[in-house]
């Protein structure tokens, strides 16, 4: 099994830089996904990440640590549209498919 | 195009009702799968299609039944559903499907199925 942890919510500025911890226990590790769901609407995939560092696409960047079972998601200039659920997904090595485990969720709020 | 569509975007069903979830992809993915979402909670998997083969079934009640009619297209059938089966259904697909080896295999959601049952 797996434990993935991230906060709840988390408010922030219009503007700001926001940046949403992931923490995660797998037998075996085998990929990160980060993606964020708009209430109602479905989940959009936004990065991956399978090696430890850093990958930047555009105001996202997310990070890896496979040693610390850690990843973060850095958002920049944040926009209003930026609020919405951010979902952490792991994929466990030891899970002969490789399903994804979804973490709970963290609300971003963007306030003016 | 990483566009899957569902339909229908809402449904209200009574328990005694059956009904069918529609889930359609054309970016030639090999696994289509059906997930739960309850609202304010992540989603919960349900079934996996790989290569039109159901993989896996998670301990999901007899009264969701999947189907694959062909590689582009995937069902849920719904009959004597329970209130607390409201949620939101999503459909998702990726390009090949399972295994430990395939790590960069992505998964993309179509839009929903917002389902109320009376």
């Known amino acids: 099994g797996q434990n993935i942890d991230q906060p709840t919510e988390m408010t922030a500025t219009e503007g700001a830089i926001v940046q949403i911890n992931c923490t995660y226990q797998?037998?075996?590790?085998?990929?990160l996904f980060w993606y964020q769901q708009h209430a109602g609407e479905a989940p959009t995939f936004l990065s991956y990440n399978v090696l430890d560092g850093l990958e930047e696409k555009g105001r996202f960047s997310s990070f890896l640590s496979r040693s610390k079972g850690y990843s973060y998601l850095l958002l920049k200039e944040l926009q209003m549209k930026d609020s919405a659920s951010y979902l952490c997904?792991?994929?466990?090595?030891?899970?002969?498919?490789?399903?994804?485990?979804f973490g709970a969720g963290t609300q971003v709020v963007v306030t003016p | 195009d990483t566009e899957v569509t569902q339909t229908p975007k809402h449904l209200v069903m009574g328990m005694t009702n059956k009904k069918s979830l529609k889930c359609e992809q054309h970016?030639?993915?090999?696994?289509m799968y059906w997930y739960k979402q309850k609202a304010k909670k992540p989603p919960e998997l349900m079934f996996v299609y790989s290569y039109e083969k159901l993989s896996i079934n998670e301990s999901v009640p007899s009264r969701f039944s999947p189907e694959c009619p062909n590689s582009s297209l995937l069902n849920l059938h719904l009959h004597a559903l329970q209130p607390e089966d409201s949620a939101l259904y999503l459909c998702a697909s990726s390009p090949i499907g399972g295994g430990v080896e395939r790590s960069t295999d992505t998964q993309y959601f179509g839009p929903g199925t917002r389902l109320t049952v009376l």
């Open positions: 997904a792991v994929r466990d090595a030891a899970d002969s498919w490789g399903k994804l485990q």
């Open positions: 797998t037998s075996g590790f085998n990929g």
């Open positions: 970016m030639g993915h090999r696994a």
